[in-house]
């Protein structure tokens, strides 16, 4: 027999921008919000949220499941299969009681922590993958010392389980990277096209890959009815990636009105990420980083918090990602709390929850509140709109629904 479940008493925020409303009932079945009603339905089994705001499962559109354990530890060998799938799965369980249903990896997974995910074998969101990340021959995805053979790098992955990275050089080479990372089973690409703060051998304002290699990888990913997304700091990169036609950009910390136009024009979207960039300032070696990564964090983070407000006004989508990397993922609502504090409470859901899942391409089954859609929902305790550090406390988030299953309702976890 069908369970109906009525969520009752909350105040219901929908997550595309509308005013909070009260006086509703979502009314759950088959894994899918039935209807939003106005009384219970005959039959359903009703869970009392009163007093808690009631919003559409969080989604994080930039995610390291696969970097949860201590970085350095992780690419110089010393961490085993097994502590690495305990962590992936511990990771991935914590996001979802952190009340994130759907999170999108850019690198790090490899196909069979989706699947095991994905059959319920473990607990986790619904996860969306980039497969193995695309890096040029010593680009920001290649974090080998430079010593060692490039040709070792990707002894590293543990197939099924880790995939760090395919370095690729020229076209061919990008065009056989991009079909690797789909044949491995990518649901969209990510090429990185400038500096990164991890890597070892590049500098933030420098661009990596070519228009034309950027292109390659594009036209594989449109060949597959999906897109590719740029790991991306500085204007020269992102706009040599619009003009290749990519139509995501991850960081963009050095954003600056002329490229903020052409990324409107060109309709691509921003996933700007502040947790990473704060839990690197406040302790690098916590994530497993060298001190010095401490430095580029601070002027990626002054310069990302700017790069939100010039993408603002040019009118760029705005996503939101957490970019968490290293064995404490917790916290993972904190990027609303940074996010609201340019963007305001309710802007900081949206971009969590209606934005991230546009960017996504799921947009057709999460990210509102409304008939038809999966019934992934997350409940506060009070109001995270006067109050947006609500969206960060664990003992403030009295329920998450996943699937239309209840995955959580104590208090304090
Ligand atoms: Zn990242």
């Excluded at 074998?121 to 890096?135: C, F, H, K, M, Y």
């Excluded at 504090?341 to 971009?351: C, K, N, S, T, Y």
């Excluded at 391409?361 to 509140?369: R, S």
Aim: net charge negative; hydrophobic share 40%.
């Amino acid at each position: 027999m069908t369970t109906t479940l009525a969520l009752a008493g909350a105040v219901l925020i929908d997550g595309t921008g509308a005013d909070p409303v009260s006086g509703r009932v979502v009314v759950v079945e088959d894994g899918l919000i039935r209807e939003i009603a106005r009384t219970v339905p005959e039959g359903a089994e009703v869970l009392d949220l009163a007093g808690c705001t009631l919003t559409p499962g969080l989604i994080d559109a930039h995610t390291h499941l696969g970097l949860s354990t201590d970085l350095q530890d992780l690419v110089t060998g010393q961490v085993s299969a097994a502590e690495i799938a305990a962590a992936i799965f511990g990771a991935a369980e914590r996001a979802l009681r952190e009340g994130f249903t759907t999170v999108r990896d850019v690198g790090g997974i490899d196909i069979g922590v989706v699947r095991a995910i994905g059959s319920g074998a473990v607990r986790g969101p619904r996860v969306l993958t980039s497969g193995p990340i695309l890096s040029q021959t010593g680009g920001g995805g290649h974090y080998a010392p430079p010593w060692e053979p490039a040709c070792n790098w990707e002894a590293r992955d543990m197939p099924g389980l880790l995939g760090m990275s395919l370095l690729a050089d020229g076209r061919d080479g990008t065009r056989r990277a991009a079909r690797e990372a789909f044949r491995r089973g990518a649901d969209f690409l990510k090429l990185m096209v400038t500096g990164a703060v991890l890597a070892h051998g590049d500098e933030l304002d420098y661009t990596q890959f070519s228009v034309e290699e950027i292109a390659v990888a594009v036209q594989e990913a449109r060949a597959r009815n999906t897109y590719a997304t740029v790991h991306a700091h500085n204007n020269a990169g992102i706009r040599n990636a619009l003009e290749a036609g990519v139509s995501c950009v991850e960081h963009g910390s050095r954003l600056d009105e002329r490229t903020a136009a052409e990324m409107r024009r060109h309709g691509a979207s921003l996933v700007p990420t502040l947790s990473v960039t704060h839990a690197i300032i406040a302790s690098p070696e916590a994530v497993g980083l060298p001190q010095e990564t401490a430095g580029r964090a601070e002027t990626v983070l002054d310069g990302m918090r700017q790069a939100i407000l010039v993408a603002r006004e040019a009118g760029v989508r705005i996503g939101s990602g957490s970019d968490l990397i290293g064995p404490d993922q917790s916290g993972r609502g904190r990027e609303l709390v940074w996010k609201a504090e340019l963007l305001g409470p309710m802007d900081a859901l949206v971009a969590a929850t209606r934005t991230n899942a546009e960017i996504l391409g799921l947009d057709d089954e999460v990210g509102t509140v409304a008939p038809g859609k999966s019934a992934d929902l997350a409940a506060f305790d009070g109001s995270p709109l006067d109050d947006p550090s609500i969206f960060a406390d664990p003992a403030r988030l009295r329920l998450v629904v996943h699937r239309g299953r209840v995955v959580s309702a104590d208090r304090n976890r």
